[in-house]
């Protein structure tokens, strides 16, 4: 059978699946399809390689191209994203910078006058530890000479003013500040957004009241130092 190209029967080409089929003698088929390869290769002509090279060239090349194109693209993602976060490096070194200048004005307003009630405080536990010894002394002289300094003592430390302090809050306050001015900062305008100046605002009050609420240092009869009310 030539259309199929199987070797059939007398039976299968009357009755069978390959009735009507062209049918040769094999060796007849054989020597008439000889010649067919080299006229099939004939076909193949240097045109349609060359056409066939092209078109693969092309191709390399074309993806090559958007390969190229997708790292650029890359590149400016980078780059853009790169602008943006130095932008708010700064913005956030400007902010901390601001904050540790405030911090600074707390320390120079707060740290003298703590070291001066720290002193008080000490004063004030030398000095009941002085009236302590002073009533355990035998000798009346000596007795009537520390009672003297004593008294000098005592009464020179209550007579000096305590410090007055004012006390100081920070403004504005950070959380305040971003959700009420950053929320509308586009990209376009981060460069412009804002950073505070922050500032330690006094407010009116004195340090005095405070320290008075707290009872004079006393010893227990254990010899234990407490505050009483």
């Known amino acids: 059978c030539i259309q199929d190209r199987q070797l059939i029967c007398g039976l299968c080409l009357t009755i069978g699946q390959h009735q009507g089929h062209p049918i040769d003698d094999l060796q007849a088929a054989f020597i008439n399809e000889k010649q067919t390869p080299s006229l099939l290769l004939a076909r193949l002509s240097e045109q349609r390689w060359a056409q066939v090279c092209d078109l693969a060239e092309q191709l390399e090349q074309d993806k090559a191209r958007c390969e190229a194109l997708v790292r650029q693209d890359k590149q400016e993602v980078d780059q853009f994203f790169l602008v943006l976060e130095g932008i708010l490096a700064r913005k956030k070194h400007a902010y901390l910078e601001a904050l540790d200048k405030a911090a600074a004005e707390v320390s120079l307003a707060y740290d003298p006058l703590i070291h001066r009630v720290k002193e008080l ?101 254990s010899g234990r130092r407490q505050r009483q009310p």
């Open 121 to 221: 405080q000490e004063e004030q536990l030398d000095l009941v530890s002085l009236g302590s010894s002073v009533e355990d002394e035998d000798s009346p002289l000596v007795f009537l000479e520390q009672v003297h300094l004593l008294r000098e003592r005592v009464e020179r430390f209550v007579q000096t003013p305590l410090p007055s302090a004012t006390h100081l809050s920070v403004t504005p306050r950070a959380a305040a500040f971003l959700q009420q001015h950053w929320p509308t900062v586009t990209i376009g305008s981060l460069e412009q957004a804002p950073v505070p100046k922050v500032c330690c605002c006094a407010r009116c009050g004195s340090l005095k009241s405070e320290v008075e609420e707290v009872g004079p240092i006393r010893e227990t009869p």
